[in-house]
């Protein structure tokens, strides 16, 4: 099995190959984590080394374990750009195995071998193409995430309404009084409609300024600050280096950009005959538009209008 995640650019990439372990122990699986995120232990390989070879040496860096080799899981690549190696394409191979015994202390300080519970760790590797592989190791298919710039349509999916209510419950607890109300929006609260795999939350709040005050606390926690991509919002995001599975758009509780997040989301639960036509809009336009995210979002633009003066009118009445 085998996967491309990212969008090729018109540039001359640095290929790298690589070679990563599953260890599973139950319902948990062995990771590292780092500064920058959660990755599966392994690397890239060296001059003259097997994939067998590269597992062995980069479990005592990381780990300080010695290791049993297994069957292959999968292969994945992906397409990016890389801070220290600008366009970069690894491509990784997976394969199940055994810790043996740790025999040595890690040399790579910045690295701590953890064993986590596959459903806590699920869908927030660092790569998107790791998540991808520990899903394979699982039998458990991902239900959330897209690479930067890619675009996928999927059907309507119930785990996406268990995904916005566990966020919900866990922003209210960092933001405690800070948010007025906290909404899942977007097409992902839509019932029976498509919807890119990425949860999007309005948080209503009276005084932004006292959001910004909690961006440590809330990216300690996954949620990573992105800006003011459109005045008046902040955005913060969910996921890893190449991939985002949650949008976070903090308004002010009562604006124009509140209500009319929670208004479509309520026009088109209670219109099928827009809903339907909305999803076909975009399923429509993911084929057309794969590759190009802001083609995609343009070209929606005049839908979305058009759905927003009829919310309006319809929650006046």
């Known amino acids: 099995m085998h996967k491309v995640f990212g969008i090729k650019e018109n540039a001359r990439y640095f290929d790298r190959e690589g070679a990563y372990i599953i260890p599973v122990r139950g319902e948990e699986v062995g990771v590292v984590r780092t500064p920058k995120g959660w990755f599966l232990l392994g690397g ?24 049993s080799f297994g069957d292959m899981v999968c292969t994945a690549e992906t397409y990016c750009y890389h801070e220290k190696f600008g366009y970069f394409h690894p491509i990784q191979t997976y394969y199940r195995g055994e810790l043996i015994a740790r025999v040595s202390a890690p040399t790579e300080s910045d690295h701590e071998f953890m064993w986590v519970r596959y459903a806590d760790i699920k869908g927030k590797m660092f790569l998107a193409m790791q998540d991808w592989a520990l899903a394979n190791a699982f039998g458990q298919p991902l ?42 929006v977007g097409s992902t609260a839509v019932r029976d409609i498509s919807a890119k795999p990425i949860i999007d939350i309005a948080v209503g709040v009276h005084d932004l300024g006292a959001i910004l005050a909690m961006n440590e606390l809330l990216a300690k926690h996954g ?25 976070i758009h ?47 979002t343009n070209m929606k633009s005049a839908f979305i209008s058009d759905i927003l003066t009829k919310a309006r009118e319809w929650k006046s009445k």
């Open 44 to 67: 890239g390989i060296e001059s003259g080394e097997s994939h067998a070879d590269c597992i062995a040496r980069e479990c005592l860096e990381e780990a300080g374990y010695t290791v």
């Open 143 to 184: 239900e959330l995430g897209l690479c930067r710039g890619e675009v996928s349509v999927l059907p309507h999916n119930t785990a996406w309404e268990t995904a916005a209510e566990q966020t919900i419950s866990t922003l209210r607890e960092l933001l405690k009084g800070a948010a007025v109300d906290i909404q899942h």
């Open 223 to 247: 949620f990573i600050f992105r800006g003011q991509d459109i005045p008046e919002q902040y955005l913060y995001v969910c996921g890893g280096f190449d991939y985002r599975t949650h949008h």
């Open 250 to 296: 903090v308004v002010q509780y009562g604006s124009e950009a509140w209500e009319n997040y929670v208004n479509m989301r309520d026009y088109l639960n209670s219109h099928s005959g827009d809903a339907r036509a909305y999803s076909e809009l975009k399923l429509s336009l993911a084929e057309q538009y794969a590759s190009d995210r802001a083609g995609y």
